[in-house]
């Protein structure tokens, strides 16, 4: 099992991409939201990785999650919350 890394994310940094933060399959889904990553940081504590879509917005996704991903997309999945954290590079179609 992959967890979460910092440097995973990198790739992503400084452009824009799809954010999609989902509960269990049987729940509504939110909208895909199109944002920039500016920037990824741990938490004080070190539990975390802040996601930064400006210099005061995050997402913060515990160290812990599973974590798939590929060239297009990284996708963490927060065992504790049932929630899935997915990251994706916007279509530019």
């Known amino acids: 099992m992959e967890t979460?890394?910092?440097e995973d994310l990198e790739p992503f940094?400084?452009?824009?991409?799809q954010?999609?933060?989902?509960?269990r399959d049987d729940e509504d889904h939110p909208p895909w939201l199109d944002k920039k990553l500016v920037k990824t940081s741990l938490c004080p504590?070190?539990?975390h990785l802040r996601i930064y879509f400006d210099l005061q917005t995050f997402v913060a996704i515990p160290l812990m999650s599973e974590v798939e991903r590929d060239a297009d997309q990284w996708c963490a999945y927060d065992q504790e919350?049932?929630?899935r954290y997915?990251?994706?590079r916007?279509?530019?179609e």
């Open 19 to 23: 954010v999609g933060i989902f509960g």
């Open 81 to 83: 919350s049932g929630l």
């Open 86 to 88: 997915v990251i994706k």
């Open 4 to 6: 979460v890394h910092r």
């Open 90 to 92: 916007r279509n530019t």
């Open 45 to 47: 504590d070190q539990t």
């Open 13 to 17: 940094v400084s452009t824009f991409i």
